[in-house]
């Protein structure tokens, strides 16, 4: 190997690690010269040696290997520059995309509190504006009075229908929704012009301000329900919107696969790339901050209008409720909350307005103007039982109508009534008393006694017809249908004991009064027991043939010196086909016991005053003797119970307390002293023991 063998070699070699390692183009190339020149050089000085033209290969080949590995590098590296643009790229994309979504949520958001602010300016207005018509409604005209309620319809449906427009406008998402929202809009105003035609009839000052007030409270409400529903909408609307636009765990989830994927690849790279990313992700961090607080103050704001409409719809359902006593310390007015409650579970609004207090009953008042209808007491009527088991009160709750006040009103029962004494010489004064009832009935001759089963006709009857003989002289004669029954204690002959027989009576005794053909010198008293069942056993059609036969013997018996006594259950005149009150009229009538009241109603000849005063003695004496049987242990049926009459036709009408069973019997009759020569009764003192008969003129001695 000479000395061009090792120069060559040390040049070819520098110069092709040169190339290699520096990045410089024109070294690159100078150096491509010089490794060729020191390739040549040693080849040349191998030329002929075999052992140089072994090492000329194995430079050759240490040449071409560092030639690969050169380009190996320079492909790697553009790799890298390739791989690292493409990530910028995409992060100042995903950077521009997050700017994007963040300016159109903080625009929405703008507008969400501006609206928030418009609503809440709109709640103040509507609020002054409402107050405002209050105070100006106590002094309009009817006319002013249909203006303001139909100016409140024209402002509240065109302030609704303006926001319901811009929000259409504002959210088409929700077409469909305001579509609906619509027809529930023309819903009400075709209720509104109803009303307001409706309204346009009233006249009445009072009505024209609670209807109007009414109207216009609807109109209102109705109004508001539509403005929350919309709000509430928009809110969830604007809620799920943010939620779909950023959910905040798979963005959380998007950075930290980039982040890792920048630190994979940009670790060893330049300083320049890991600022850039580290500044983007500190960018990012601070978006995210800024917009989850700006977007958590919204929905603050959102959830706070919603609570206040919310107040808002609470406050007018209570205005809706009815009035209740605030302060129920007393039974009736807890049971009269109870009824408000009642009654407002089944549509019907009642308003608490006044009580009347007796510690054992109680009459409550309710105000029923808010309801849009007419209330009737005999619609609430059937639900007096049940009230009666809810309030616990002692019978069935009465309703009726206050009408001077215009009030509904409530009867309860709360308790007995309590007992006060009753002094019998005030109720003297209310009634002849049994020793004077032969002075007062020994004149009768035609005479009706009503009464109840059991109330003691039969046995007054006998009283009454013994009074008669006993005072007048002459006979009696009875015709009893019941002469079989147990009850029968009369002790008057019995003529006959069957309803024909009484049939057949009346037509002979109607006969003999129309032809004047009896015996006129002797007084005889017919008794008629059982009259109306004697009535009812004829045929229909021939009843008023009865009653005119009844009527007849009324009118004209007294005259032939004859006397009549009929006696029945029914104080009603109507019950007596072919006759009528003004008949009965021309007799006496004796009604016993509860038929009293009854015989008071169904008169023509009492006065409307004297009516209520008749009916508060008949309480008195009612209670009286009520009272006095029960603390005699006396049944009514008993022949010494209290028992008392109302007489009618025997001048003004008046009351007087029944002798006991059998006081007075025939038997007293038939051992009174007759004239010995007509066998009459009817006699008078004429001097010392003498006695005159007034019926023959007879001047006897008394023995």
């Known amino acids: 190997m000479n000395n061009l063998t090792p120069i060559s070699l040390v040049l070819g070699l520098s110069a092709a690690i040169t190339v290699a390692v520096t990045p410089n183009e024109n070294v690159k190339f100078y150096g491509t010269i010089f490794t060729g020149i020191g390739v040549g050089g040693f080849l040349f000085s191998q030329w002929d040696s075999q052992e140089n033209k072994k090492q000329i290969e194995n430079l050759q080949k240490t040449v071409d290997l560092l030639d690969k590995q050169r380009r190996n590098s320079e492909t790697e590296k553009l790799k890298v520059i390739r791989e690292t643009n493409a990530i910028k790229s995409t992060l100042d994309k995903d950077l521009q995309t997050v700017r994007d979504e963040l300016s159109k949520l903080n625009t929405s958001n703008n507008s969400l509190k501006t609206r928030v602010s418009d609503l809440e300016n709109e709640l ?39 926001m319901i427009s811009g929000y259409s406008n504002n959210y088409p998402d929700l077409k469909e929704f305001f579509e609906n929202l619509e027809v529930e809009i023309d819903k009400v105003k075709s209720w509104a012009v109803g009303e307001l035609e409706a309204y346009q009839g009233v006249q009445n000052l009072q009505s024209l301000i609670d209807e109007g007030l009414r109207i216009q409270q609807r109109i209102i409400s109705r109004c508001s329900d539509i403005k929350v529903k919309a709000l509430t909408t928009i809110i969830k609307y604007l809620n799920s919107l943010a939620e779909d636009s950023v959910k905040f765990s798979e963005y959380q989830d998007n950075i930290a696969q980039i982040s890792e994927r920048a630190r994979e690849h940009l670790l060893e790279k330049e ?49 809706n409720q009815p009035l209740k006593w605030s302060v129920a310390t007393r039974q009736d007015l807890r049971i009269g909350n109870i009824i408000i409650s009642y009654f407002e579970a089944k549509g019907l609004i009642l308003d608490r307005a006044k009580c009347d207090y007796d510690h054992w009953q109680s009459t409550l008042s309710f105000h ?41 009103t409530a009867w309860l029962h709360l308790a007995k009534k309590p007992v006060k004494p009753i002094i019998e010489a005030d109720i003297n004064k209310i009634w002849k008393t049994a020793d004077r009832f032969q002075s007062t009935v020994k004149s009768w001759s035609r005479v009706r006694i009503t009464g109840g089963s059991e109330s003691g006709k039969s046995p007054t009857a006998e009283n009454l017809a013994v009074c008669i003989l006993l005072g007048r002289g002459g006979s009696a004669e009875l015709y009893n249908p019941q002469d079989d029954s147990v009850k029968n204690f009369w002790t008057v002959p019995t003529v006959g004991s069957s309803h024909n027989d009484s049939l057949l009576g009346i037509e002979a005794l109607a006969a003999t009064v129309n032809q004047k053909t009896n015996d006129r010198s002797q007084f005889k008293l017919t008794i008629f027991d059982e009259i109306d069942s004697t009535i009812a056993s004829v045929e229909k059609k021939s009843q008023s043939e009865q009653g005119k036969l009844i009527a007849t013997i009324i009118k004209q018996v007294s005259h032939q010196n004859l006397g009549a006594i009929f006696i029945g259950q029914n104080a009603n005149a109507k019950n007596y086909p072919g006759m009528d009150r003004s008949d009965w009229n021309s007799a006496v009538n004796l009604h016993i016991g509860s038929n009293a009241y009854d015989a008071i109603s169904n008169s023509n000849q009492i ?25 005699l242990g006396l049944e009514l049926t008993n022949p010494v119970a209290y028992r008392f009459g109302l007489v009618l036709g025997d001048g003004k009408p008046y009351y007087i307390q029944l002798p006991d069973f059998g006081t007075y019997t025939y038997g007293m009759v038939e051992n009174a002293v007759k004239c010995p020569k007509c066998d009459s009764h009817n006699h008078i003192g004429h001097g010392g ?14 023995g």
């Open 368 to 408: 029923i103007d808010r309801n849009n209808r007419i209330i009737l007491p005999s619609e609430l009527e059937p639900e007096g039982e049940r009230l009666q088991q809810l309030c616990h009160t002692l019978s069935p709750l009465k309703f009726g109508w206050n009408a001077e006040e215009g009030l509904l």
């Open 607 to 631: 006065t409307t005053d004297e009516q209520t005063r008749l009916k508060q003695q008949a309480d008195k004496l009612t209670e009286f003797c009520t009272t006095k049987n029960s603390e």
């Open 124 to 162: 103040k207005l509507e609020k002054l504006s409402a107050q405002s018509k209050i105070r100006e409604i106590s002094n309009f005209s009817t006319g002013a009075g249909h203006q303001i309620v139909t100016e409140t319809y024209k402002n509240e449906l065109s302030k609704l229908g303006g």
């Open 689 to 702: 023991n003498r006695r005159k008969c007034k019926d023959c003129g007879h001047i006897f001695t008394q």
């Open 271 to 319: 300083l320049a790339i890991e600022s850039i990313a580290q500044e983007w992700i500190t960018a990012n961090t601070s978006t995210t901050e800024k917009y989850s607080t700006e977007f958590t103050e919204v929905l603050q704001n959102g959830k706070h209008l919603v609570g206040r409409i919310q107040e808002l719809s609470e406050k007018i359902e209570l205005m």
